[in-house]
């Protein structure tokens, strides 16, 4: 498969406890983002990555969370002292940036729940 | 600031009748917009978007400015289309608004 891949696909954590969640993008896109997406909403946009850098973050994404991307292609999202309105679906995507073509494509996402 | 607004979370559409999934945008910039579906038990992928102005499944979508509509149409429906449905406003970079999302449902 040589999609986005997302892992784990399922977390549970107790409140209180940092979780890491690892999105693998398509191998020659060069942009990451993520999203989060709650019941009953569509995706919302956390942060994104041209490569390795960090270009833009969500006023969503608390100081609690943290997100890098250290050699341009895997990304890692952190989430510290989790509270129970984290719990959502976690998705990552990502795109080859070009003038004629930035669709995203969507990894299957992680859906974290904080008891 | 950029929004998107789905007014139907759910539609029911028997076979072989028109569908028409509604979307209103706002948004100061020069638009783009797209449509996302996601099958049951399956990712989120794109359906279209407006500057192809092409026809993907027989989904075709109209970006009307004047109304700041870009709602998607097809003729007759089928029922692999039953889906979850997003409408997505590009607000710079490619990063997207969604609006909250449609069922489609299609009765045999």
């Known amino acids: 498969d040589t999609g986005v891949s997302q892992d784990p696909r399922h977390k549970i954590t107790k409140r209180g406890q940092n979780v890491t969640f690892r999105c693998d993008p398509i191998s020659e896109h060069n942009r990451l983002y993520w999203y989060r997406q709650t019941l009953g909403q569509g995706p919302e946009f956390l942060t994104y990555?041209?490569?390795?850098?960090?270009?833009?973050k969500s006023r969503l994404l608390s100081d609690r969370f943290s997100a890098e991307r250290p050699k341009g292609s895997f990304s890692t999202l952190e989430i510290q002292r989790t509270e129970q309105g984290d719990s959502a679906m976690y998705l990552c995507?990502?795109?080859?940036?070009?003038?004629?073509?930035?669709?995203?494509?969507f990894g299957p996402g992680t859906r974290l729940t904080v008891t | 600031a950029q929004r998107v607004t789905q007014p139907e979370k759910l539609l029911s559409v028997f076979k072989g009748a028109p569908v028409e999934l509604k979307c209103n945008y706002s948004y100061s910039g020069s638009p783009e917009l797209f449509w996302y579906v996601q099958y049951s038990r399956q990712r989120l992928q794109l359906l279209l978007r407006h500057i192809s102005r092409e026809s993907i499944k027989g989904f075709t979508a109209d970006l009307n400015k004047g109304e700041t509509s870009f709602h998607l149409k097809k003729p007759f429906a089928q029922e692999e289309d039953s889906a979850m449905y997003y409408c997505?406003?590009?607000?710079?970079?490619?990063?997207?608004?969604f609006g909250t999302g449609t069922r489609l449902t299609i009765i045999p």
């Open positions: 997505a406003l590009n607000f710079g970079n490619e990063k997207l608004t």
């Open positions: 995507a990502s795109s080859l940036a070009s003038v004629s073509s930035y669709e995203q494509y």
């Open positions: 990555f041209q490569n390795e850098a960090q270009l833009e």
